[in-house]
């Protein structure tokens, strides 16, 4: 079957890593890519950062391939988010070897592998907020059933990765009602998933993500937190370069680097592609073409170790030199 899959390059570096992703997979997938347009350049033009059609395209592909949004990416990717009902956002934190020496960095772990498993709809980001004479307040709304779609994804993910435990993140010590809600769901789905359910204050994890992260395997925690923890995780395996993502509801997944549109560093040609690789293979993995997805993981974790990486990583190739060299192994494999 042929795949229809959205492609919106953005803004910034997101045209040049989106090209990359695609020169990767193109030849592994039969699938057609359909363009979108979406962004800063795209509401200069059109007076809109997400226009009409870019949203029934994303409503009636299999797939959404993300680059990166500049100044517009909250009313992009947030309304996309909820247009789609994009309810889980995943973080996985996958180390490489020979990541370590390449950074130089020496919080940088080569052999750490879990899952953050963000809500993306509620919580601290519900977006109700206000302000009373001197005082500013928002609304922390968590849902039963929000609560129980985003820990049956962690679960889906446990037994997909075949492993038996789903930790929850949360502080139900002090918002009793709102993480103690959090709490009480997930560990009834869990156990109703016949799983083993354990939990951190998020404090704890923090600190434990950073000192024994191999504590983790599939982490289920409500917005705010996710978002803190999946770029404190990031960093642990070689920061935002690397980072992929997924955003999955029921019926749509839209697939994107971490990062945002690096106007740095944009049009140089030197932007990291594997953020975006590995979000397209993210998405390979969540369309079901597994052999495809591990040939290009794989073939990430070759260019690592051959040391054929951009100046962010100590190294001195182009993203399409890069970008060459990952189709070809996975093509190889
Ligand atoms: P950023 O992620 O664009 O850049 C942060 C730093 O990381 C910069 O020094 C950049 O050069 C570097 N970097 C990021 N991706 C890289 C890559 N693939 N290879 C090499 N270096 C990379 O975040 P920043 O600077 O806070 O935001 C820039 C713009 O991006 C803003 O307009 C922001 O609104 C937007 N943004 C969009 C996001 C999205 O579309 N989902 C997410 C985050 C930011
Ligand atoms: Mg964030």
Not at 211 to 218: K, L
Not at 259 to 264: I, K, L, N, R, V
Not at 289 to 301: I, K, L, S, T, Y
Request: some cysteine.
């Amino acid at each position: 079957m042929a795949y229809k899959i959205a492609v919106i390059p953005g803004d910034g570096i997101g045209p040049e890593v989106i090209e990359a992703a695609l020169h990767v997979i193109e030849p592994l997938i039969d699938a057609e890519f359909v363009e979108g347009e979406a962004g800063d350049e795209c509401a200069e033009k059109h007076g809109d950062p997400l226009p009409e059609d870019t949203l029934e395209l994303c409503h009636e592909a299999d797939a959404i391939l993300f680059g990166a949004a500049g100044e517009t990416a909250a009313d992009v990717i947030v309304r996309l988010r909820q247009e789609l009902d994009l309810y889980a956002n995943i973080r996985p934190v996958r180390g490489f070897p020979g990541l370590r020496e390449l950074t130089g960095e020496p919080y940088v772990r080569d052999d750490v592998d879990f899952v953050i498993v963000r809500e993306n709809t509620e919580g601290l980001y519900s977006g109700i907020e206000g302000r009373f004479r001197d005082t500013a307040y928002t609304l922390r709304i968590i849902t039963e059933e929000g609560t129980r779609r985003i820990a049956e994804v962690a679960c889906d993910l446990a037994e997909e990765r075949g492993s038996n435990t789903v930790t929850c993140v949360h502080k139900a010590n002090v918002m009793r009602e709102t993480c103690g809600l959090f709490r009480e769901v997930c560990k009834e789905v869990v156990e109703s998933r016949g799983l083993e359910f354990e939990e951190y204050y998020v404090d704890a994890a923090a600190m434990f993500m950073i000192t024994e992260p191999e504590r983790f395997d599939v982490v289920v925690t409500p917005n705010m937190f996710g978002d803190i923890l999946s770029d404190e995780a990031a960093a642990l395996v070689g920061g935002l370069g690397l980072a992929p993502s997924g955003n999955v509801g029921d019926r749509h997944g839209l697939f994107e680097p971490v990062h945002g549109s690096a106007p740095d560093i944009a049009g140089k040609g030197i932007a990291n592609p594997f953020a975006t690789i590995l979000s397209a293979v993210m998405m390979l993995e969540w369309l079901g073409e597994d052999e495809a997805a591990e040939a290009v993981r794989e073939a990430v974790g070759e260019a690592i170790r051959e040391g054929v990486v951009t100046p962010d990583l100590g190294g001195d190739k182009k993203t399409m030199e890069v970008a060459e060299f990952v189709r070809e192994a996975a093509l190889n494999r």
